[in-house]
Every structure is written in C-alpha cells, then in structure tokens.
C-alpha cells in the first residue's frame, strides 16, 4: 500500500506541533513535571491507592521493623537467661548483674548470637538504603557534596554498627566502643544533613511535612545522645540504658520516613555490554556523518 507523501508531512507536522506545545508548557509551569507520575511511582491522581506505589517504599519500614524487632529478641533472651536486669526493674533482681543497655544484652550467648546478625544485616540494608537515597537526590539536590557526604558518613556508621555487633564490649570494648561512636555519631549527623535536605529539595511538595517530622526525630535522637552519657557518669544506668532504646527507636522510625520518597520512584540495575557499548557509539557517529 503506498501513502502519500502528502499525509505524512501533515502528520509530522501535526507531531512537531504538539510537542513543541507539550515543552512551552513545561517551561511555562516548572511545577507540572512534580505534579506528573513518575516511572514505577504513584499517581497524583486523588483515586490511587497504595497499590499503585513503587514496591521498594516497603524497604525503610520493613528494615526498622525487623531490626527494632531483632533488638527486643535479644533483650527478651538475655532478660530470660538472667544476664541483665529488665528495663521495667529498678535494681537487680534474680541474680542479674548488669544493667539492660543494648551492648550488654548482646555480649553473652546465645543473645550474642542473635545480636552479632542482627548488626551485620542492618547494616548491610542500612547502606542499600543510603545509597538509593543518594541516587534519589542525585539529579535534584543543589549541592551535590552535601548528598555524597551524607552517604559516605553514614557508610562509615553503617561499618560501625558491624564493629558493635561482632566485637562484644566485655570482650574487646575498645574497638566496641568505637563501633558505638561510630555509629550514634555519624548516624546523627546523617538524620540532621537528611532533614536539611527534605525541606531544600521538596519532592512533590511534601519536604515540608516530611522535614518537620524528621527535625522532630533527629532532636529526640539528639537530645538522648546528650542525656544518655550524662545519666552514666552520675550512676544512673537503668535510665541511660532506657535513654540509648530510645535513642535506637527514634533512629529506626526515621529511617522508616523514607518510604514517604520511594514510593515516588522505581529503583534498576542495569547490565551493559562493553562491545555492544561501543558499537553502538559506532553507529551514533556513522549517522551524524
């Protein structure tokens, strides 16, 4: 069948049209693409339903949950076996000796079984996390330095928090202590640089919901930093160890609050031939000359 020459100038042109009006929109209004759908990601449509949300939102509360949940097992073991006082007592009770923090509920076996794992896979989730926030802001954050900063800190506080949970601190409690520092510190640094930076991007409008709800968590995980050393030096250790579960709590429902973004957004690995890359390439230049 042959068409007429006639018809397909018509049709481009029609095409070249609606394009060129699609792009004077965009520029017109700077706010349409974040109010537009992005791939894998939720509709902006008010009739959508969770469903319709990237799968990988489930990540950042699957992580807190199941890692919070593995801290209080192995509280409950170390409780059961008598090795730590419950956080509800306040002075020893059955023979327990040591105060409930969280290291010391994790240094005798097999609660230190538990814990060891426990570190090592929140960690490791802790760090896909970061980095797929780190690509999340890539193409929108102002300061690229603040994102790769925020990423590498919180790399290094996720290499501590493998340091806590394979070096018990009454067996080597340099090095756990180190881990400790590691990971409370720079974590707390990541919660601040991460509200900081919720609020100056405002993806699809809600950095200011979802940055007053972080500023909120990262003064908590803040103010009991402070208090938890304080508590310590004044012999108060049922209250520091109660003050370091909620430091850890405050820390996991934070992470948590990154479901709110990646439910915007789908997440690929993508796999490329070295040859064909460069075939490819080839051929690019072969049909601009």
């Known amino acids: 069948m042959r068409i007429s020459p006639v018809i397909l100038k018509r049709n481009y042109t029609v095409g070249c ?11 017109s209004n700077p706010n349409l693409t974040n109010q537009r759908q992005d791939r894998g990601g939720c509709s902006s ?31 409950f073991v170390a ?14 009770v059955n023979g327990s000796w040591y105060p ?16 060891s794992e426990v ?39 996720c290499f501590g928090m493998t340091l806590v949970g394979n070096f018990q601190v009454f067996t080597d409690k340099m090095i756990h202590e180190l881990g400790t520092l590691m990971t409370f510190g720079l974590g707390t640094l990541f919660c601040w640089v991460q509200s900081f930076i919720t609020l100056k991007v405002n993806l699809r409008n809600e950095g200011r919901k ?26 108060l250790h049922m209250h520091a160890a109660g003050c370091q579960w ?6 996991l429902a934070f992470m948590g609050t990154f479901a709110i973004e990646f439910r915007h957004n789908r997440f690929e690995m993508v796999c490329t031939d070295n040859l064909q890359t460069h075939s490819e390439m080839y051929r690019t230049e072969l049909d601009q000359l």
């Open 17 to 27: 049209r609606r394009r060129q009006l699609t792009t004077n929109q965009n520029a």
């Open 210 to 235: 979802v940055g007053i709800g972080r500023f909120l968590l990262s003064g908590a995980v803040t103010v009991c930093m402070i208090v938890r050393p304080v508590l310590m030096m004044k012999d």
């Open 246 to 251: 909620a430091l850890v709590m405050f820390f």
């Open 79 to 92: 409780v059961n076996d008598e090795q730590i006082v419950p956080l509800s007592s306040q002075g020893r």
């Open 119 to 157: 570190m090592n896979l929140a960690a490791f989730v802790g760090l896909i996390i970061a980095v797929l926030r780190y690509l999340q802001l890539k193409h929108t954050i102002v300061k690229p330095w603040l994102n790769i900063g925020s990423l590498v800190g919180f790399a290094i506080g």
């Open 45 to 75: 449509t008010s009739g959508d339903t969770m469903w319709n949300c990237s799968p990988w939102a489930l990540l950042p509360p699957v992580y807190s949950v199941c890692t919070a949940a593995g801290l209080w097992a192995v509280y």
């Open 100 to 115: 409930p923090y969280i290291s010391v509920a994790g240094n005798f076996p097999p609660a230190s079984c538990i814990f």
